[in-house]
């Protein structure tokens, strides 16, 4: 099977599309509001014909899975959907939360991040996340959906080093210790499919992925029960 890897990332306000195999990697990105629909499949097309490859010689698609714009999320899930059922490859979901972390370690070398993404409604998605032995950042436990106000976790008072990244910081002002108390914090950095892509790759490596029908968004409103992180 090809080792070649399509990412896509429709999960923010930005749009973008990557491409890699080993060290050779092709990316495409934008931040369009709202003209995603219309911009990837393009992205996707102009990347393949870059890499002199075709859709044919893929081995795996990867996408920002979740949390984010419920519209992003569905565009990328149905795009990708048709394009892995076509081409009978496997799907590699990713945590948005996770590809902007990563993004914050590939930009600025933050090692321990707080990702956060405005959920709209009052309310951010949010996770901490730690680089591991691969430069891969990792999440400390499970994403969560709530107000800024009520951020709650013992991983970011225990230790020092932490940064912030993500669109979910423009509410910094309102978070409680420590976070409003963070210095290093980027708040109009949006999701990259670079870095989907990046965390991807050793999955699809080691046998991950799932079917087409089963590359779902995940938009954590979706669930019965929501528990706040315990402080």
């Known amino acids: 099977m090809s080792d070649w890897i399509l990412a896509i990332d429709t999960s923010t306000e930005a749009c973008s599309c990557a491409l890699g195999q080993g060290d050779r990697v092709y990316e495409r990105y934008t931040d369009i509001p709202r003209k995603h629909a219309e911009k990837v499949l393009p992205m996707v097309e102009e990347l393949l014909a870059e890499a002199a490859i075709e859709r044919r010689d893929l081995g795996a698609i990867a996408f920002g899975r979740g949390p984010g714009a419920f519209t992003g999320l569905r565009i990328a899930a149905s795009v990708v959907q048709g394009l892995a059922f076509a081409l009978e490859l496997p799907v590699i979901p990713v945590s948005s939360l996770?590809?902007?972390a990563q993004r914050g370690y590939r930009e600025y070398q933050h090692n321990k991040t707080v990702a956060a993404i405005d959920a709209r409604m009052g309310e951010i998605y949010w996770c901490c996340f730690c680089l591991d032995s691969n430069g891969l950042m990792?999440?400390?436990?499970?994403?969560?959906l709530c107000p800024?106000?009520?951020m709650q976790t013992r991983d970011v008072t225990t230790s020092s080093g932490w940064h912030g990244v993500g669109t979910g910081w423009q509410y910094q002002q309102v978070m409680p210790a420590p976070f409003c108390e963070l210095d290093n914090v980027h708040s109009g950095?949006?999701?990259h499919a670079l870095d989907v892509l990046a965390l991807a790759m050793p999955r699809f490596h080691a046998g991950e992925g799932v079917a087409a029908t089963d590359a779902l968004p995940v938009y954590l409103r979706?669930?019965?029960?929501?528990?706040?992180?315990s402080g």
């Not at 990792?138 to 969560?144: I, K, R």
């Not at 979706?222 to 992180?229: F, S």
């Open 98 to 100: 996770q590809a902007l």
């Open 138 to 144: 990792q999440p400390l436990s499970e994403e969560f």
């Open 148 to 150: 800024p106000s009520e």
């Open 189 to 191: 950095v949006f999701t």
């Open 222 to 229: 979706n669930k019965v029960t929501h528990q706040k992180p």
